[in-house]
């Protein structure tokens, strides 16, 4: 994947967890928390071709911020750590350590 691949996608994977969810036909939990595999799918129908499941498994373990893990995976669920539009629920913010994450 090349840079501006992988700039475009990692904004939308923000925009996607932290904004528009429901948007894109995802239901969030009360810790904003989705389907991982529903997650990928729309994913994937936007990007078409230029990311694979291994190039938006890369984003979503690595990417950090200042040193904090952006997005986090429990099971078969993903959620963006910070910065959400809505606040409900348990949300990370920037007192956690990555230890914490």
């Known amino acids: 994947m090349d840079k501006k691949t992988e700039l475009s996608l990692s904004?939308?994977?923000s925009?996607?967890?932290?904004?528009?969810?429901?948007r894109f036909g995802l239901d969030q939990?009360?810790?904003n928390f989705v389907n991982l595999?529903?997650?990928i799918q729309v994913i994937r129908?936007?990007?078409?071709?230029s990311a694979s499941i291994v190039d938006i498994q890369y984003?979503?373990?690595?990417?950090e911020k200042q040193g904090i893990k952006r997005f986090q995976i429990e099971g078969d669920k993903v959620r963006a750590t910070y910065?959400?539009?809505?606040?409900?629920?348990?949300?990370l913010?920037?007192?956690f350590t990555n230890d914490e994450l």
Do not use: C
């Open 29 to 31: 939990d009360e810790d």
């Open 59 to 63: 984003l979503l373990t690595s990417s």
């Open 83 to 91: 910065k959400h539009t809505w606040k409900k629920g348990k949300q």
């Open 37 to 39: 595999t529903q997650f």
């Open 11 to 13: 904004k939308f994977i």
């Open 15 to 22: 925009k996607v967890l932290r904004h528009e969810a429901k």
């Open 45 to 49: 129908q936007e990007f078409t071709g």
């Open 93 to 95: 913010n920037d007192n």
